[in-house]
Each structure stands twice: as structure tokens, then as C-alpha cells.
């Protein structure tokens, strides 16, 4: 449960939002510092303190502050959980930016103003505090700088990830972006940041990288094998969603514009399309010649070829169907008795060059099916991409 503790938010440009858990010593100092950096501000700003179910004076002093500074309120939240916090003051934002920053202000607020900038401009959707950029200056133990360029590269090869920064406490993101990818995050901790990028990433959005001066806080009280743990989990959840679709990643594409600039006269992504169409093709060559020697000593070899290629053709085309071309719903019939057209040139051409073959090795007779299913393929493709799933923009 939210409540509101302090005014309603006004219409700003950023809203910074401050998360904190039993920070009753730290949080004054803090609030006050960045207050006075806000000072001379180019933009209207709102700092919101998001109190999560502290269970010191915490909510109290923040209760305070935002009586005695202009531009402060509070947030308080019945549950823990640094993700929570920004999901729900995000939500309800109405400002054109959002922010967050950790209230240790272990990032210099030098780097506030270009973080803001290039959103409020229109040039990016999200920006990042860096700390593995080589402009950036750093201050901590060997440790946690290990751990830190750890999680990175595993995020690069567990999630293809191309931002360099996942954890630090310095984001922000164009409000209107952030509301529509929030319904479609589920971590409410410190998975939350990395979930929430490698989303905004996959959605097209553009994301700015700030070098930042940053010195790591040692009072910091964040268990770094829990938090380690919970990563790995939020890593193979997110990585499962991925690759099994359930992330609505086309329809935020199509939301965001971000879908691929069309040319006059260039294929509609054509080199995706190809790549997917080679891998499933791969798999389908495989399980034919798999079928076709399995079948042709009691079938024949005219027999076993119409068979195995019979039966790899009707998924080859379920599968491209999906994943190649994208489609879904109505119309299995039909695209299915096309494609068994097209099989039927296929198979014209595949048995053609077996009939040509008079009493071939077992090795030649292979090599020849393949190099036919080669053909046969390039031929399927074209066919696939131009005729059984053109839509009808395509078509024109």
C-alpha cells in the first residue's frame, strides 16, 4: 500500500525520487545537499523522498524536510524494496522526466544536469549514470569493483545487454517511456534497474551514457551475497521470458516507433528474416536426412524422400510461420497448404535429381540431396517471404 504523506505532486520537468530504508541520520544532510544544487537549475524539479516501511525516524525527518524546503514531499510505502518505490512514485509521475538517485549521493550531482538533458531534449529516452566508462572516475575496494565489471559481462552474455552500467544509483528516463515498460517489470528490489534497461533496450528505446564521478559509501549496508543471488534469479527469469516471447517486445517496438526504417526497394527486414529462416532450415535439413535414412531401406528411395521431406516441411513452416515472419493467429490452413506448394516444387526438384542419378553410392546420393535441399531452399524462402506470408503492404 502507497500512501501520500506530504503535498501532491506538481507539474515539473523531473521528479527525483529519493528511496530510502531506516535512514533517519543520513537522509537530512542529503535532501538538503541536493536541494541547493536545485537551486540554479535550468528546470523545474520535485524531489520525492519514497519512505519504504522504515521502521526508524526515518518517515518522520522526511515528513520535516518536506515542510521546510520548497519542491520536497514524501512517499511512504507499507513494503520494502527499492524497485517497489520507483514503480509506484513512476507510475503516477507527472513530470515530463523521471529520476532516481541513492541517498548516500555517492555520485557527484555535477552529473544531474547532462543525465536530464538529452531526454528533456528528445534526443534519448533513457540515461545512465556510467561508472565503467573510461571518462569516469571512481572511488572503491578492489571487491566491489570486481563484482561490479562481473555482472556487467554477465549481463552482456546472458542477455546481450550493450549498456556498460547496470547497478548505479543514477537514472533517469522520459516519463511517458518509463509508465509503458513499468507494467511489464516484475522485480520489485535491485534486479529492478537492470530489468527495466535490458526492456527499454530490447524495446528500441535509446539509452545515454553519462560518465560519472562516484565514491562508493562505506556505511553502505546492502548484503552483497543476497543481492548477488536475487541478480542471478532476476538474470535467468528475464533470459527464460526472452527467449520464450512472453515480453510484449513487438507491440512496445510498434508503440515506441522504433520498428525498422522501410526503404523504397529494400526488403522489409530482410537479413533477420534470412537468419532466422537459416537456422530453421538447418534444424529441418538435419531432421530430413535423419528421416530419410532411417526410412530408406524399408521405404525406397523415392518413398523415404517424399515422407521425410513431407513430414519436415509442415513444421519448417509452422516454424517460420512464428519466428521468421512473425505471424500469428488466423490463417494456419491456408498458410499451410501453401506451403505444401511449395514443398511441391521441393520435392519436383529433390526427386528430379534422384531420378537423374543412375544407381549412386549411398555418399553421392546424400551429397546430391543436399546440395537439392540447398536450392530447395533458397527457392522456399523466396516463396515464404513473397507469397504464403507477404502481408499485404509486402505484397504491394
Known sequence: MTALVSAPA???????????????DDLPGAIERLHRHLRDFPFRTLITIADNASTDATL???????????????????????????HE????????????????????????????APLLSGHSDVAIGSRLSRSARVARGPKRELISRAYNLLLR??????????????????????QALLPHVRDTGWFFDTELLVLAERSGLRIAEVPVDWVDDPDSRVDIVA???ADLRGVARLGHALATGALPLRELRRQFGRNPIE?????????????????????????????????????G??????????????????????????????????????GLLVFALGLALTSGSLALLDHPSRLVEVTVLVVANLAATVLRFVLLREWVFATRKDAR
Not at 525527518?61 to 520494502?80: F, I, Q, S, T
Not at 550493450?162 to 518509463?178: H, I, V
Not at 530453421?280 to 531432421?287: E, R
Not at 519466428?323 to 490452413?333: D, K, L, P, Q
Request: net charge positive; hydrophobic share 50%; glycine share 6%.
Open 10 to 24: 506538481p507539474t515539473v520537468d523531473v521528479e527525483i525520487v529519493v528511496p530510502v530504508y531506516n535512514e533517519q
Open 227 to 229: 543481492t548477488a543471488l
Open 263 to 299: 526503404l523504397p526497394g529494400v526488403p522489409n527486414r530482410l537479413s533477420w528474416q534470412a537468419i532466422r529462416f537459416a537456422a530453421i532450415g538447418a534444424v529441418s535439413t538435419l531432421a530430413y536426412l535423419a528421416l530419410f535414412l532411417l526410412l530408406r531401406v524399408p521405404l
Open 301 to 338: 528411395a523415392q518413398a523415404a524422400n517424399l515422407t521425410a521431406l513431407l513430414v519436415t516441411a509442415i513444421a519448417n513452416t509452422s516454424a517460420n510461420r512464428r519466428f521468421t515472419f512473425g505471424v500469428r493467429g488466423a490463417g494456419v490452413a491456408r498458410h499451410q497448404a501453401q
Open 157 to 178: 552474455t546472458a542477455l546481450r545487454a550493450r549498456f556498460s552500467d547496470a547497478q548505479c544509483g543514477f537514472k533517469a528516463m522520459r516519463t511517458d517511456c518509463a
Open 60 to 86: 518522520r525527518r522526511a515528513v520535516e524536510l518536506a515542510g521546510e524546503l520548497p519542491g520536497v514531499r514524501v512517499v511512504h510505502l507499507d513494503a520494502k524494496g527499492r524497485g517497489r518505490a520507483l
Open 89 to 116: 512514485v513512476w507510475s503516477a509521475s507527472t513530470a515530463r522526466v523521471v529520476a532516481y538517485m541513492d541517498v548516500d549521493l555517492s555520485t557527484d550531482l555535477s552529473a544531474l544536469l547532462p543525465l536530464v
